[in-house]
């Protein structure tokens, strides 16, 4: 068109036509996301929420009115026909977390919506389709049985303290006989499964489906196989794994001898699914799981646990089993195996397990031993996939190890406890390249034995898995330390991701402690898109809660652990609060705040002393002991009281329960709740704060820091308090010596009240205890105990992100300056005001936010200050810049513009605030 119009319009106004033209191209519509998911299939949630982003390079791009249509086929949709719904015009900024507000959906259906936005140069814009489908809503719909192989073989040992249980191996053939427009496969198998259409894997999830209180619910996934299924005849398979739901343990009734904590079982494995078929006039049928199906235990996977490993003997491989014409006369008719009453059958809400990195080591050398040690260069949490090549009945075993034995050829395994993390291959004699399916390792290293000859690195691939969420967060500074730290956080993170949060990957553990996310869940936020595995472990969180009101420190509560203690389950209060803030999730707390407000009350009924809640049970765990061997501290100055740690917890769970309440509406229990919490102010001064000599209980930093942190100190007390926690830390050589309960308010402690230089010695300490301790020793992931290196194997895990505190936190909103607003949260606004410490010449950071990219980078130069910011379309900063006259700041080249205003920075010193729309922008400040 515009080359037409040469010929009638004059040069300039045509070069302003192609400007606008190209001008309206700059606003788009994208990453549209159903319940915060690219890719929803099958979910029962009725009323989804619904999000998009806008990209733009343009300053001040603003959303004012967007339209949603939602329809029931791509045709409807491109037609513009919202039949399921056309919101209209909405006059309204809100791009995240739109209800659904149309008809109600019915079980298998498709939804295809696309979303209209107004921008604030009157622009509209239309996104490019997207769609998600609906599972099955009522239990009526599943004409699935649940089957399995309800018994156990000669080989199956579940007497033994060391369970062994096979694999069941089961499937069906069934045919197509109409033209097939699709086939969705809706499946669950507890503990784990993989399911084969036609001799091929389905789906690309490890590990399925995700955990959860067994008995409470049991998750279904959605998974699309019409690639899978021919015309004719066709065969299902499906191989069930053991995962949590069979106990790896089995003590007989008693607690584990070695934690004294009892281990939780739930009957053996057993499988669900419902194969919908639908064909192009119009019809469907589904394949179930039922009485026609058989089953053998006696398949290759003969062995399989998370604690130790799997065992594979390919000379009892089924060929074509999940094929058709696969004889399955020798194999057994299944067993239905229902569910015990109550137990729900739902929709996966998270995202499942997956490959998420495929790595080569970095070295393979030979041991005296005859065996082989893999070095991947980096703690991962995974397995690998091995080339073997070997004689009929030859075993290849491989087991795995976070360290070396010092100064040895040889794996260390202390510190693995019971877990016997190895995999074993027994060959057929056909050349293979072999991985486990229903186990994972925490390690760097690999001992292979077995092998006639060495092998090759690229023989050797190993496989990183973890939920499959969005790394969002980039970090680097003109530190070192700091940037190793940051690394082996975001490895250590990943690594503990499993539809749930784990402490460790490793040992015979991996388990869910509420303790370890209390605050760390905050500092993840920066690197991960983790709220939808919050979300969900809310949920566990909720299921494994007792009529009572009591919590568990562990869930899913697959150790029983009931201590009703204060601080670790208080992550059930602080967690929605992250949501809300990071993500703009305030669902989470309406669905839990029921949940909690029954914990809160059930804690003040049954453990209330003089108006304080006292209980505790772990301390402040890990506070770093006085010498290199030892896991607990017992010097009686480092320890803080358990009592003032619980008492102080429970007062900063009822600050935010008030407020969770008011912001519900419910305002008696906001009223309730602040009537508590100004009783146990009261009481806790009364009993904890020795006013003479301004400190708390012993005065450790952890006594001090608390009461502080969480607006307990009398306000003209703040300094002198203050004052204190600077000296007890001058008397550990400016080191940390606070445990997990006082780190998770650290380093924001320490910036917030004047002591930013402080936060950065530490953060850049390289000597015992430290971040950088660690990293001196060589470490790759971020360890269980300040001293991992030398302490007691028996609690020594090399991947454990618990010793993070609120490290992350700082780096992000106090270095980076990169904080969301606490009211137009998920970074709608963004507070960026930097700390800026001697010795640090740069920061560069980035956050992939609801809203888009974020980033800031600063570094210092001759000159003064040199600050590059992007906000993304539809937010919006306020920026703090280390000036006190606006004629010192420059933007791109240029007086500034902006409006500014006085302000204070994290470092208490003056500052000058420029508000900001989107765009791109460098500002300068002159010294």
């Known amino acids: 068109m515009i080359s037409s119009l040469k010929r009638v319009i004059p040069a300039a106004l045509l070069f302003t036509l192609i400007a606008c033209s190209s001008q309206r191209q700059l606003v788009e519509v994208k990453d549209l996301t159903v319940e915060g998911r690219t890719d929803l299939p099958g979910t029962g949630i009725t009323q989804p929420r619904l999000s998009w982003k806008l990209a733009g390079d343009g300053r001040d791009i603003t959303q004012t009115a967007y339209q949603v249509i939602v329809a029931s086929s791509a045709e409807n949709l491109e037609a513009g026909k919202g039949d399921l719904w056309d919101s209209g015009l909405v006059q309204d900024g809100r791009s995240l977390n739109i209800r659904y507000a149309g008809k109600s959906p019915v079980s298998y259906q498709s939804c295809f919506w696309k979303v209209r936005v107004v921008t604030s140069d009157k622009k509209e814009n239309w996104s490019k389709p997207a769609s998600w489908t609906v599972g099955l809503l009522d239990s009526t719909d599943w004409k699935a049985k649940w089957i399995g192989l309800d018994g156990f073989n000669p080989g199956d040992q579940p007497e033994s303290t060391f369970t062994r249980l096979a694999a069941r191996y089961l499937r069906k053939d069934f045919s197509v006989e109409k033209k097939l427009v699709s086939a969705t496969a809706y499946i669950s198998g507890v503990g784990l499964y993989e399911l084969y259409l036609n001799g091929k894997k389905a789906g690309e999830d490890v590990l399925a489906p995700t955990v959860a209180e067994y008995n409470k619910r049991v998750f279904y996934n959605t998974i699309d196989v019409t690639s899978l299924v021919k015309d004719g005849q066709n065969a299902v398979g499906v191989i069930l794994g053991n995962g949590r739901y069979f106990g790896m343990r089995n003590y007989h009734g008693q607690p584990d001898p070695l934690t004294q904590i009892p281990q939780v079982t739930y009957g053996l494995p057993r499988l669900l699914l419902q194969l919908r078929l639908t064909y192009n006039d119009g019809s469907s049928a589904v394949i179930v799981s039922d009485e026609s199906w058989k089953v053998s235990d006696q398949g290759p996977i003969f062995a399989n646990s998370e604690f130790d490993g799997e065992d594979y003997d390919a000379r009892r491989e089924f060929s074509g089993w999940s094929e058709t014409g696969f004889n399955a006369a020798a194999w057994k008719p299944v067993n239905l195996m229902p569910l015990p009453a109550g137990v729900q059958v739902e929709s996966q809400p998270n995202e499942g397990i997956r490959i998420k990195e495929v790595r080569k080591p970095i070295a393979v050398t030979a041991t005296k031993r005859g065996t082989y040690i893999v070095d991947m260069g980096q703690n991962m949490v995974g397995w690998i996939a091995l080339k073997i090549k070997a004689g009929a009945g030859v075993t290849v075993s491989m087991r795995f190890a976070e360290t070396m034995k010092k100064n040895t050829d040889s794996i260390y395994l202390d510190n693995m406890r019971k877990a016997r993390v190895t995999d074993n291959y027994t060959s057929n004699g056909t050349a293979v390249t072999w991985e486990p399916r229903f186990t994972y390792h925490g390690f760097r290293y690999v001992e292979i034995s077995g092998l006639p000859s060495a092998p090759a690195i690229s023989d050797i691939e190993g496989k990183v898995i973890y939920d499959d969420i969005a790394s969002t967060g980039t970090f680097t500074t003109s530190d070192s330390t700091i940037n190793q730290v940051f690394k082996n956080a975001w490895w250590t993170i990943r690594g503990n991701y499993r539809g749930m949060p784990t402490d460790c990957p490793q040992r015979d553990e991996r388990v869910g402690w509420l303790g370890d996310r209390v605050i760390s869940s905050y500092g993840e936020s920066f690197l991960f898109d983790n709220s939808r595995i919050y979300a969900k472990w809310l949920d566990d969180i909720h299921d494994s809660q007792k009529d009572n009101g009591s919590i568990p420190d562990i869930a899913p509560s697959y150790w029983d652990r009931y201590s ?158 203050f004052a204190n926690i600077r000296g007890r830390l001058k008397e550990f050589d400016d080191h940390v010596n606070s445990g997990i309960i006082g780190g998770m308010w650290l380093m924001r402690g320490l910036t917030d009240n004047g002591a930013g230089d402080l936060a950065y010695r530490l953060a850049t300490n390289k000597t015992y205890p430290s971040w950088g301790y660690m990293v001196e020793k060589g470490a790759t992931t971020i360890w269980e105990l300040w001293n991992g290196d030398a302490a007691n194997p028996m609690m020594n895990s090399g991947n454990h992100q618990m010793l993070l505190g609120d490290l992350l936190i700082w780096y992000y909103e106090y270095l980076a300056g990169i904080k969301t607003d606490a009211k137009e949260v998920a970074f709608k606004k963004v507070i960026m005001n930097p700390y800026f410490p001697e010795g640090l010449n740069f920061v560069n950071a980035s956050l992939d936010t609801k809203y888009g990219m974020v980033k800031s980078e600063w570094k210092k130069t001759d000159a003064g200050l040199e600050w590059n910011i992007t906000i993304p379309p539809n937010a919006s900063a306020d920026v703090y810049l280390p000036a006190t006259a606006k004629e010192n700041i420059m933007e791109n080249g240029k007086a500034i513009s902006q409006q500014v205003q006085a302000g204070r920075g994290v470092d208490g010193k003056d500052k000058l605030v420029v508000h900001i729309g989107s765009g791109s922008y460098q500002f300068t400040v002159k010294k």
């Open 564 to 721: 009703d203690n204060v601080t670790y389950p208080s992550a059930y209060i602080l967690i929605p609060e992250m949501l809300r803030k990071q993500f703009g999730d305030t669902l989470s707390l309406h669905k839990q705040y029921p949940g909690m407000k029954k914990w809160m009350m059930y804690m003040w009924n049954t453990y209330r002393e003089n108006d304080l809640v006292l209980k505790d049970t772990y301390g402040d765990w890990c506070v770093p002991p006085e010498r290199l061997d030892m896991i607990w501290s017992n010097d009686p100055n480092r320890i803080t009281e358990g009592g003032l740690l619980g008492s102080a917890y429970y007062f900063y769970c009822l600050t935010l329960m008030a407020q969770y309440a008011e912001a519900l509406g419910l305002t008696a229990d906001a009223a309730e709740f602040s009537a508590i919490a100004a009783k146990v102010n009261t009481a806790f001064n009364k009993k904890y704060y020795n006013a003479e000599k301004k400190s708390y209980a012993n005065n450790t930093v952890t006594a001090n820091l608390l009461p502080l942190s969480f607006g307990l100190v009398p306000a003209a007390d703040k300094a002198a308090v």
